[in-house]
């Protein structure tokens, strides 16, 4: 195991880095995040022309599979770039602390990741969504 900086306590912080590592994964886990978010919407958009094109064009089973997995792929990239920005996320709070970065970083909920024509579920939607998965 590598043992960065944001994963040591901010009191023993100090005593354990060498001058400077902790500014250096500070960069990283800033580059980290935004670079995350940046694939985070490009997969969202995919999600969308997925979405669009499934409903125009596909009307067979086998069309239906196809796209399907598809889906599928794209989903497993948005949680993938969902689970590094939270982890660069954590781990910046733990370099910084919270303070007025967070006004661009955000903290990112999964209720947040939604496509650009995708509604917010409403509180009763959201119940039912929960109690079938």
């Given at each position: 195991?590598?043992?960065?900086?944001?994963?040591?306590?901010?009191?023993t912080?100090?005593?354990?880095?060498?001058h400077?590592l902790?500014?250096?994964?500070?960069?990283?886990?800033y580059?980290?995040?935004t670079?995350?978010?940046?694939?985070?919407h490009?997969?969202?958009?995919?999600r969308t022309?997925?979405?669009k094109?499934k409903?125009?064009?596909?009307?067979?089973?086998?069309a239906?599979?196809r796209?399907?997995?598809?889906?599928?792929?794209i989903?497993?990239?948005?949680?993938t770039?969902?689970?590094?920005?939270?982890?660069a996320?954590?781990?910046l709070?733990?370099?910084?602390?919270?303070?007025g970065?967070?006004?661009?970083?955000?903290?990112l909920?999964r209720?947040?990741i939604?496509?650009l024509?995708?509604?917010?579920m409403t509180?009763?939607?959201?119940?039912e969504?929960?109690?079938?998965?």
């Amino acid at each position: 195991n590598i043992f960065l900086p944001s994963s040591i306590p901010t009191e023993t912080r100090s005593a354990v880095c060498t001058h400077g590592l902790p500014e250096i994964e500070d960069r990283l886990r800033y580059g980290q995040a935004t670079e995350a978010l940046s694939h985070l919407h490009h997969q969202l958009r995919a999600r969308t022309v997925a979405n669009k094109f499934k409903a125009k064009n596909v009307d067979s089973q086998r069309a239906y599979t196809r796209t399907h997995e598809l889906q599928d792929q794209i989903e497993r990239k948005i949680n993938t770039h969902r689970i590094r920005y939270c982890t660069a996320w954590e781990a910046l709070v733990s370099l910084r602390g919270l303070g007025g970065w967070t006004a661009i970083l955000q903290p990112l909920k999964r209720e947040d990741i939604r496509g650009l024509h995708e509604q917010a579920m409403t509180k009763e939607e959201l119940e039912e969504h929960q109690r079938i998965q």
